[in-house]
């Protein structure tokens, strides 16, 4: 079946625009994850979503970052007046996990790359 | 911040060689996983071993967990020129949601 699709996979933004980075997750997974992967780094956890609830997102960088999964499936990210330091890869993740237990596989996107000028 | 810690940060082994790999933790976990990332790709996950498991198989791939040690192995044994990627350790923790605490990474590159 199809596995975690993430758009755009390429994104280049001047300083101050907002961007929106879109995550469709595998079909009937409870969880989605957001992470952050900058350049030569392992990824770094964002916020976590089980259904439409978003139940941590204490990786949040700043409050410009917001994330929504407002009917339990399709995700999106939002960065406001993006900065240099939010250039990076942003990877988006799913599980059947429904019980927030740490036990199911996450599987990942291709990822956005981000890039802010 | 980053709870693993891959050794070495970098590989470089001949085809047909092992490639043995190395993570250490910090904190109490439920579960290790190992991921495998090609450059500009996502993440592949390979393995995943239990905090109550010792030692796991898949295919060409051994994972051990040692949780006296706070401390994980990957073995590819037989290594082909496609294994060359980045392999990661990211760790499930104890009373945590399901988030994954990644670390550095280790690059790999076999060569032909």
């Known amino acids: 079946g199809a596995g975690v699709s993430q758009s755009p996979r390429y994104k280049v933004a001047k300083r101050g625009q907002d961007v929106a980075l879109r995550c469709d997750p595998i079909?009937?997974?409870?969880?989605l994850f957001w992470y952050q992967q900058a350049l030569g780094q392992g990824p770094e956890f964002l916020t976590y979503?089980?259904?439409?609830?978003?139940?941590?997102k204490s990786g949040l960088p700043s409050d410009r970052f917001f994330a929504e999964r407002p009917e339990g499936s399709v995700s999106t990210l939002k960065i406001q007046r993006t900065q240099q330091e939010d250039s990076a890869v942003y990877l988006c993740?799913?599980?059947?996990?429904?019980?927030?237990?740490?036990?199911?596989?996450?599987?990942f996107g291709p990822g956005t790359r981000l890039t802010v000028l | 911040s980053q709870q693993g810690e891959e050794d070495p940060q970098a590989l470089s082994i001949q085809e047909g060689e092992n490639a043995t790999m190395n993570c250490s933790y910090k904190?109490?976990?439920?579960?290790l996983q190992w991921y495998r990332q090609n450059s500009g790709r996502g993440l592949v996950h390979l393995i995943l071993?239990?905090?109550?498991?010792r030692e796991k198989h898949s295919g060409r791939l051994r994972v051990t967990l040692d949780t006296s040690k706070k401390s994980s192995s990957l073995l590819i044994t037989a290594s082909r020129a496609a294994d060359t990627a980045s392999y990661f350790c990211?760790?499930?923790?104890?009373?945590?949601?399901?988030?994954?605490?990644f670390g550095k990474g280790i690059t790999l590159s076999v060569r032909p």
């Open positions: 993740a799913s599980s059947w996990a429904g019980t927030g237990g740490s036990l199911d596989t996450q599987y």
């Open positions: 079909s009937g997974h409870v969880s």
């Open positions: 979503f089980q259904n439409e609830a978003q139940l941590d």
């Open positions: 904190t109490s976990i439920n579960n």
């Open positions: 071993i239990r905090s109550n498991e």
């Open positions: 990211a760790t499930g923790l104890t009373g945590a949601n399901s988030k994954l605490t």
